[in-house]
C-alpha cells in the first residue's frame, strides 16, 4: 500500500506546515490539508506550494476552507458551515500522502468531534511534531498518551527548533517512541534550504517504517 502518514503538532504554531513541506518533498508525494482555518494571507497549502517542490497538483485541495484563523468548529460555524467527519476520506494517490493537520490532537472539528478522533477513524500512522523549547516535555508526553489511548499508531516525533539534547532524549525516553529527526528553524526558509534540512535531518527508511 502507497505509504500515508499523518503530521500533527503538541500545539498551533509548531511548524508542521514546514515539516509536511519538506516531507512532501523529501518522499516526492502528495500532500493534503483537509480543513484550512484562516483565509487571509498564504494558506497552509499554499505555504506547501511554495516550498515542497512538487510538481502542478500534488498539493489537494482542502475539503473544508473557513474564512477566520480560529478554531476549525468555532471558524466553521461562524462561516454557517458544519464540518462532517464522513467527508474527510483520505484520498487515494499514486505516491506518499503526507495529511496534515489542525492545530494540536485534541482541537474540535464540530461540537462533538476532534481530529484526534478522525485519526483513530483513519488508524494511518502518525508524526508528532514537538517544539524542542522549554514546557516540550508535558505538552509532548500528554499527546502520547492520547494518540496510545486510541490506539492510533505513532511513527515517531519530529523535533523542530534548536538542538537541546536532554529534552529530546527525555521525550524519547519516558514516551517510549523514535525521534525520527530534527528540523532547526531556517532563516532564512526557502525551498532549498528546506529540502537541504530534511535530508541533513531525517532518513528516508525511519520515517517510511513508521507504517
Known sequence: MTLRLVITGTDTGIGKTVFSAGLAGLLDGFY?????????????SEIVGRLAGLPMGRVLPEVYRLRKPLSPHRSAEIDGVSI??????VPCVPAPLIIEGAGGLMV????????IDIFA?????????????????NHTLLSIEALRARSIPLAGIAFIGDEMADTQQT??????????????????????TLRDA?????????IAGGE
Do not use: Y
Request: hydrophobic share 40%; charged share 20%; proline share 8%.
Open 121 to 137: 477513524q483513519w488508524r494511518l500512522p502518525v508524526i508528532l511534531c514537538a517544539r524542542t523549547a522549554l514546557g516540550t516535555i
Open 171 to 192: 521525550i524519547v525516553e519516558f514516551g517510549g517512541v523514535p525521534q525520527l529527526g530534527r528540523l532547526p528553524h531556517l532563516d532564512p526558509l526557502t525551498d532549498k
Open 108 to 115: 474540535p472539528l464540530n461540537r462533538r468531534t476532534s481530529f
Open 198 to 206: 530534511m535530508i541533513a535531518g531525517f532518513g528516508f527508511a525511519s
Open 84 to 89: 462532517e467527519a464522513a467527508d474527510l476520506s
Open 32 to 44: 493534503w490539508k483537509p480543513v484550512q482555518s484562516g483565509l487571509d494571507g498564504e494558506t497552509d
